[in-house]
Nanobody, 126 residues
Framework: QVHLVESGGGLVQAGGSLRLSCTAS????????MGWFRQPPGKEREGVSA????????RYADSVKDRFTISRDNAKNTLYLQMNSLKPEDTAMYYC???????????????????WGQGTQVTVSS
């Protein structure tokens, strides 16, 4: 069992930056693939970025490529999402997720994940 807690969300002006963190408790974090997802109001949850268990392989949605950076610190059981050049369309509830990876690469579909955090709100004003 893995328990995930996100932090770092908030209100920021367009062009600003935020850094989200997701801290995991429980066993097996080092074996888990991790992902960041977001759900804007009235819309479906979508994949933002994902990272494999080692941190060496990452994937990004086209909408955030070159603006967001995913990383992980397995010694601290923590996943990060550095978000730069934020836009109003980035406004959403952001969730982190994890699953046992069994050697799989980064996974961008919410259906692939087992464990979810409670979310942290990101609001970007224009």
């Amino acid at each position: 069992q893995v328990h995930l807690v996100e932090s770092g969300g908030g209100l920021v002006q367009a062009g600003g930056s935020l850094r989200l963190s997701c801290t995991a408790s429980g066993s097996g974090f080092n074996d888990h693939a991790m992902g960041w997802f977001r759900q804007p109001p009235g819309k479906e949850r979508e994949g933002v970025s994902a990272i494999d268990w080692s941190g060496r392989s990452t994937r990004y949605a086209d909408s955030v490529k070159d603006r967001f950076t995913i990383s992980r610190d397995n010694a601290k059981n923590t996943l990060y999402l550095q978000m730069n050049s934020l836009k109003p369309e980035d406004t959403a509830m952001y969730y982190c997720a994890s699953r046992r990876s069994y050697g799989l690469g980064p996974l961008m579909s919410p259906d692939e994940y087992t464990y979810w955090g409670q979310g942290t709100q990101v609001t970007v004003s224009s």
